[in-house]
């Protein structure tokens, strides 16, 4: 077994030859030193993996590359199926990849969190399948884990989760792939969650990037009126690189992607590193770049979900797809090598105290991080929470009880993005799929 994956292994990273990514200092660079900007897309064609059929990889990376990017965000992926294929046909089109490490049913919960051996093992899992590949770029512990203010007190697993991924990384003596974390946009908590997720002087307990889903640049705005000079203003000397995990606001059609100018641009280039466009594909929410076909209206077919059909040849939707190519193609930083890189005016943030109020900070300093098999109850940590109580409950809420999306960004997300709707009708469908399974 081990033999074979290991000759498997040499095989994928013979075939072909792409530059490995790494964070220095608040930086990207490739291994040569030249500073590497992050022009990405987000891609989930539906709830399944999207980095296992081959044919469906190779359509879109060269129409990918075409639209000018250079990494892929992906939700979900199966740790236990083979990608060696999509990586490659990725990695030859240029693209590097960043996978969440949770899936639906092992993120972390916002209301009621814990973090557990199940979870380190799943989240393992798929660091053990993506570190082999040279265009992993980055891996997420969490998307929007935290939807609204009175979640902070799930900021301490987010940050366990990404020190346990980070060891377990170093135990393993994997390439030092960035491990980080992508942050709903919720005015009342910036700057306080991106300065406690790199705060406390301890980088190992740190994320190795911190990233933003910011809908704020809408139609014929500014940098200044926007809200992207506050964000810049939040990201000055940030100690880990700092980027848009999701971009690109629909409510003034059609997008025209100004915001990628700023955050290329002077204003921007010397603390951002890059931004990543919401979505690839078209689907009932409008935000797509590309779609496989006209909306299906009322047709059913296998790959048909939602009312959009989800794989063939993607066909660039008018005029957004070339709206954001000409904005790329025009944009193009330079940056920094790393050997300039200055890391002496970066340190560790101070750890925000807590706040009272409406829409409170409740994290108070740099408190204790939770071991593995800890929850939250009673507003402490404890490895046995009373049977007939909600495992992690913080303040009685059902642990089912998920918020609704980011307030930024309440226009309805896709079947990838972190919708509670949407994961709670799978944990079901998943559900029932097991009990037939298990009938039969
Ligand atoms: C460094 O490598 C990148 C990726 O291969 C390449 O685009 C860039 O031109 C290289 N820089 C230099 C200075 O050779
Ligand atoms: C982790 O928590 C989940 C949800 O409560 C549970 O299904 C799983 O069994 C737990 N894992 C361990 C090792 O306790
Ligand atoms: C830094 O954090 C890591 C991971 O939690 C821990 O193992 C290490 O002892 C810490 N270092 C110091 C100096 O406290």
């Known amino acids: 077994m081990r033999l074979a994956a290991f000759s498997l292994l040499g095989l994928a990273s013979t075939a072909h030859s792409i530059s490995t990514i790494s964070a220095y200092g608040n930086k990207f660079f490739y291994e040569n030193g030249t500073q590497f900007f992050i022009k ?44 060696s294929d999509c990586m490659t046909v990725l990695a030859d089109a240029g693209i590097y990849v960043l ?46 884990v935290i939807a609204m203010a009175s979640q902070s ?20 003596n994997y390439r030092a792939i960035p491990v980080g974390y992508s942050a709903a946009d919720i005015a009342e908590l910036r700057p306080m969650l991106q300065d406690y997720l790199t705060c406390g002087g301890n980088s190992s307990d740190n994320v190795d990037f911190f990233s933003l889903n910011s809908y704020e640049w809408c139609g014929e705005t500014s940098y200044s009126t926007s809200g992207y000079a506050t964000l810049e203003s939040e990201a000055v000397n940030f100690p880990v690189p700092i980027f848009f995990s ?26 951002w590193s890059g931004s990543i466009i919401y979505e690839w594909i078209e689907e009932t929410n409008n935000y797509g770049l590309i779609s496989y076909g006209p909306a299906a209206g009322t ?72 071991t593995v098999g800890e929850t939250l109850y009673n507003g402490a940590y404890t490895t046995s929470v009373p049977t007939g109580t909600n495992a992690g409950s913080a303040s009685g809420t059902a642990a089912s009880d998920e918020s609704s999306s980011s307030s930024s960004s309440s226009t309805a997300k896709s079947l990838g993005a972190m919708s509670s709707s949407v994961n709670k009708v799978s944990i079901i469908l998943v559900g029932l799929t097991l009990l037939l399974a298990v009938g039969l």
């Open 40 to 83: 990405g897309v987000a891609y989930q064609l539906t709830e399944d993996d999207p980095l296992l059929d081959k044919t469906q990889c190779s359509l879109d990376a060269s129409l990918m590359a075409e639209l000018g990017a250079n990494t892929i965000r992906v939700y979900h992926v199966d740790a236990s199926s083979d990608h």
């Open 99 to 144: 996978a969440d490490l949770d899936t639906f049913d092992t993120y972390i919960l916002p209301d009621s969190p814990y973090w557990n051996q199940t979870q380190y093992e799943k989240f393992a899992a798929v660091m053990d399948e993506f570190q082999q590949y040279d265009n992993t770029l980055g891996f997420f512990v969490g998307n929007e």
């Open 153 to 172: 007190m799930a900021a301490p697993f987010i940050k366990a989760a990404a020190r346990d991924m980070k060891a377990y990384r170093d135990s393993k």
């Open 246 to 271: 999701e971009t690109g606001c629909n409510t003034v059609p059609p997008r025209t992607f100004e915001d990628q100018a700023a955050i290329f641009g002077d204003d921007m280039v010397n603390d």
């Open 299 to 370: 047709s059913t077919g296998s790959d048909i979900v939602g009312g959009y059909t989800r794989s063939g040849t993607p066909t660039p939707v008018s005029p957004d797809f070339d709206n954001l190519k000409t904005q790329w193609a025009t944009l193009t930083p330079t940056g920094i090598m790393s050997s300039d890189m200055t890391t002496g005016t970066l340190s560790t943030r101070t750890c925000p105290a807590s706040s009272t109020g409406t829409a409170a900070w409740l994290v108070n300093g740099n408190v204790a991080l939770p």
